[in-house]
């Protein structure tokens, strides 16, 4: 989707960089202004349809919109276009380690560092991240992953530390949710680690300031003592719902419900029915 922008020139790509006006020989926009106007009820909408890097032909139906919107028109974007530098995001440093540091101001340093990239996926609405666990079985002990499931334009993919390469981010490039689950139970077995369960929870909300609790396991699929076809549908129906946000948290499905003091929600017992035996939760 492209709206108003700053760029340079058609002939380089990247935005941000200064450059000089339309280049010579350049296509034209396309379309006149009635056309555009006419289009969908008189919306406006442009639509990137080259892929990135946008090629030519693109830039220069951008820019013509930004001329046409904005209130300075032609002059805003000659400015920008021909302006030498322009200001560049800030990106924080990374730390390095020094042989003097204790590991106390190692790991001081490493968790600044990760609050400066403060952006990371949360101010990007069309990404949507959510937590998957693995927790896998080896030489007698059982083991516990955590990484980020990421969803993004159709495409499902993962981020994550180990210290395994095939272990933590996989790029967007897996169709299903299943697809990249098994991509994952693949690569634990190059390591001899059996996968027992898998937990799956809800999007995360990109609200910074939101009170909602993060929702670690909305799906819970014991895989060790199931087929792969029902694995697959069973994942399958989980990402269809989420993509379908019909999925609520746990807190959701039972309200607080309000009562008073000394009063029980539920029916009261006969002195003669049995005591229920205490259950074991799964904590893994």
């Known amino acids: 989707r492209l709206g108003s922008a700053a760029g340079e020139s058609a002939r380089t790509a990247p935005p941000g960089c200064g450059g000089s ?9 396309g379309v006149s202004d009635e056309q555009e106007q006419q289009r969908d009820g008189g919306s406006l909408f ?11 032909q693109t830039w220069e139906r951008m820019w013509g919109h930004v001329e046409r919107v904005h209130p300075d028109g032609e002059a805003v974007a000659a400015a920008i276009r021909s302006a030498s530098r322009l200001a560049r995001p800030s990106v924080p440093p990374v730390p390095n380690y020094k042989i003097t540091m204790s590991i106390p101001e190692w790991l001081q340093a490493i968790q600044t560092y990760m609050k400066m990239l403060h952006y990371l996926t949360n101010g990007q609405p069309s990404v949507e ?13 059982c083991f516990h992953h955590v990484v980020l499931g990421i969803y993004c334009n159709g495409r499902y993919g993962s981020l994550g530390m180990s210290r395994r390469s095939d272990l933590m981010d996989k790029p967007l490039t897996y169709r299903t949710l ?4 098994f991509e994952f139970e693949d690569s634990y077995k190059k390591y001899l680690h059996s996968v027992k369960k898998i937990k799956i929870g809800l999007y995360v909300p990109h609200e910074p300031h939101s009170f909602q609790p993060i929702e670690w396991k909305q799906l819970v699929l014991n895989v060790s003592k199931m087929m792969r076809t029902e694995v697959r549908k069973e994942l399958e129906k989980f990402a269809r719902d989420m993509r379908m946000k019909i999925l609520k948290p746990s807190s959701a499905h039972s ?4 009562r008073s003091r000394g009063k029980s929600l539920s029916p009261r017992r006969r002195q003669g029915s049995p005591q229920r035996r205490a259950c074991r939760r799964d904590k893994s």
């Open 21 to 29: 006006g339309r280049p010579q020989g350049a296509p034209p926009v």
């Open 46 to 56: 442009l639509v990137n349809k080259s892929g990135f890097p946008m090629d030519g």
């Open 129 to 141: 991240r959510f937590p998957i666990s693995f927790k896998t079985h080896f030489s007698g002990n």
């Open 178 to 181: 299943s697809d990249l689950i």
């Open 255 to 258: 309200p607080m419900k309000d």
